[in-house]
């Protein structure tokens, strides 16, 4: 992996891992804010009308932990019962990895 990538998988098996890299050459302008995060946070995508977007949140084990379908404006997001650590949050297109970047819970 090079600088400002991440990698993880969808279980604790690292033979498939994924990399991901993080807001390069995005098609979205998106504002991920607080950052770090201690009761909720906010997903902007900006403008994305008639776009189909996917919200995930995953461990950074690669375990999926929340997800929000058809995201078209800003996307207030409690923390819940989420643990204090690194995430990774992504947005996804007609299945594709768009725009990712890391979220740390304190």
Same mark, same amino acid.
């Given at each position: 992996l090079r600088n400002g990538e991440y990698?993880? !998988?969808n279980s604790t098996d690292t033979t498939n891992i994924i990399s991901i890299r993080e807001n390069q050459n995005s098609s979205l302008k998106v #504002?991920?804010?607080?950052?770090?995060?201690?009761s909720y946070?906010?997903?902007?995508? !900006? #403008?994305?009308?008639g776009r189909d977007l996917l919200l995930q949140v995953f461990d950074m084990? !690669? #375990?999926l932990i929340m997800e929000r379908k058809n995201i078209s404006g800003?996307?207030?997001i409690e923390r819940g019962e989420l643990e204090n650590g690194s995430y990774l949050v992504s947005i996804s297109e007609n299945g594709r990895?768009?725009?990712?970047?890391k979220?740390?819970?304190q």
């Open positions: 990698a993880f !998988g #504002k991920l804010y607080p950052n770090p995060v201690t946070f906010v997903v902007d995508p !900006g #403008k994305v009308y084990q !690669g #375990k800003p996307s207030r990895t768009v725009w990712c970047n979220l740390l819970l």
